[in-house]
T-cell receptor, first 116, second 114 residues
């Protein structure tokens, strides 16, 4: 089983739909992240959770709502998204959020989201 | 304004030759530098890193060079192989306060020609 698993791999939704992305890590890490990768843009950090508490929210619109029920699972709830939100959403984990600047991030394969 | 710049969106190199990927950063507070590799339909995977106390780190065919005064790092792959064809992301971080995680560049698409 891979270290970080994301489902679904592909998601198409209308602007009025509500959907969720799921991430699960099997590495025993204490920090989990959501990144957004849009075409021709750098990976953008959206949320950081450390020991199930959100420690970072980089001015992400409220139509994105994260949830971290335990240290192994992370969700991104999506509601009334816009077409410009279409992107690859990557989940990652690391040993510690405090050391994230030096530690390696382990990424999932991503969820490709298309908003119609 | 981008804190991490990879100015070459793509790079084509012949198999067996050296591939050199470049990355520039703006903030001198960054003291840890990483390269990630990404294949299509997969997440990025860690490749190699270097801390600011070093100017070179080597791992097999991959070497990362750091020039702190120029705020520049590069990744050398030699010899280049077809399996090296991927997008390479430069990432930078701070050892002192890492809740922000890493800051990434836009990536360089490396194409190894047979």
């Amino acid at each position: 089983e891979t270290g970080v698993t994301q489902t679904p791999r592909h998601l198409v939704m209308g602007m009025t739909n509500k959907k969720s992305l799921k991430c699960e890590q099997h590495l025993g890490h204490n920090a989990m992240y959501w990144y957004k990768q849009s075409a021709k843009k750098p990976l953008e950090l959206m949320f950081v959770y450390s020991l199930e508490e959100r420690v970072e929210n980089n001015s992400v619109p409220s139509r994105f709502s994260p949830e971290c029920p335990n240290s192994s699972h992370l969700f991104l709830h999506l509601h009334t998204l816009q077409p410009e939100d279409s992107a690859l959403y990557l989940c990652a984990s690391s040993q510690s959020a405090r050391l994230a600047g030096t530690g390696e991030l382990f990424f999932g394969e991503g969820s490709r989201l298309t908003v119609l | 304004d981008q804190q991490v710049k990879q100015n070459s969106p793509s790079l084509s190199v012949q198999e067996g030759r050296i591939s050199i990927l470049n990355c520039d950063y703006t903030n001198s507070m960054f003291d840890y530098f990483l390269w990630y590799k990404k294949y299509p339909a997969e997440g990025p995977t860690f490749l190699i890193s270097i801390s600011s106390i070093k100017d070179k780190n080597e791992d097999g065919r991959f070497t990362v060079f750091l020039n702190k005064s120029a705020k520049h790092l590069s990744l050398h792959i030699v010899p280049s192989q077809p399996g090296d064809s991927a997008v390479y992301f430069c990432a930078v971080g701070e050892s002192g306060g890492g809740a922000d995680g890493l800051t990434f560049g836009k990536g360089t698409h490396l194409i190894i020609q047979p």
